[in-house]
């Protein structure tokens, strides 16, 4: 089965890092990009960025460059969203989705999702 | 970068049609084939439901579909039935080479 599965629930305070896990299963990881998707509680699907884990290639969105990183670990079929200084705006829901596998930006699988919260 | 345009809300009878509509401009949804529609149950992941203007991916009902007239999809859903209720997203390619989410809107079936 063709599964990304993200990791668990965050609590963090304002300043502190976090990352966030994206692993995939059931198909070549390194053929599709990975998008991230972030929902802010009560609104709507924002586009962050992508990123392709074969050579680790990144296009964020201008509402998100600077602002988050994403990188990737082909080697385990794993995709990565890190903050070094959290704000109580990045609260949030994240998704990782495949991208590319249905059309060319399809985004055809997603993770389960990621809640992020931040707050002191 | 605008988000594309949808209305906030839409509503109808089980069996009846619907179409929300999705603005955008030039570059974006009026510009690419790269059109693509999302359906969305609150605590569930989102479900791609129309690519590339109006194809459908597999095991997707044929009461989906879509299309697209100049700076403007649409996506219908024809038969409404219980289980469409939810919100739906629309989306771009973008001639910066991003992807952009429409606003959402929250079909209610009534």
């Known amino acids: 089965e063709v599964q990304l599965v993200q990791s668990g629930a965050e609590v963090k305070k304002p300043g502190e890092s976090l990352r966030i896990s994206c692993r995939g299963s059931?198909?070549?990881?390194?053929?599709?990009?990975i998008s991230w998707v972030r929902q802010m509680p009560g609104k709507g699907l924002e586009w962050m960025g992508r990123?392709?884990?074969?050579?680790?290639?990144?296009n964020y969105s201008p509402s998100f460059q600077g602002h988050v990183t994403m990188s990737a670990d082909q080697s385990i079929s794993t995709a990565y969203l890190q903050w070094t200084s959290l704000k109580a705006s990045d609260t949030a829901m994240y998704y990782c989705a495949r991208l590319g596998s249905i059309g060319v930006y399809g985004m055809d699988v997603w993770g389960q999702g990621t809640t992020v919260t931040v707050s002191s | 970068q605008s988000a594309p345009t949808q209305p906030a809300s839409v509503s109808g009878s089980p069996g009846q049609s619907i179409t929300i509509s999705c603005t955008g401009t030039i570059s974006d949804v009026g510009g690419y084939k790269y059109v693509f529609w999302y359906q969305h149950h609150p605590g569930k992941a989102p479900k791609l439901i129309i690519y590339d203007v109006s194809d459908r991916p597999s095991g997707i009902s044929n009461r989906f579909s879509g299309s697209k007239s100049g700076n403007t999809a649409s996506l219908t859903i024809s038969g409404l039935q219980a289980e469409d209720e939810a919100d739906y997203y629309c989306g771009s390619y973008t001639n910066s080479s991003t992807v952009i989410f429409g606003e959402r809107t929250t079909l209610t079936v009534l």
């Open positions: 990123i392709a884990p074969s050579d680790s290639y990144t």
């Open positions: 059931g198909y070549s990881f390194s053929n599709y990009w």
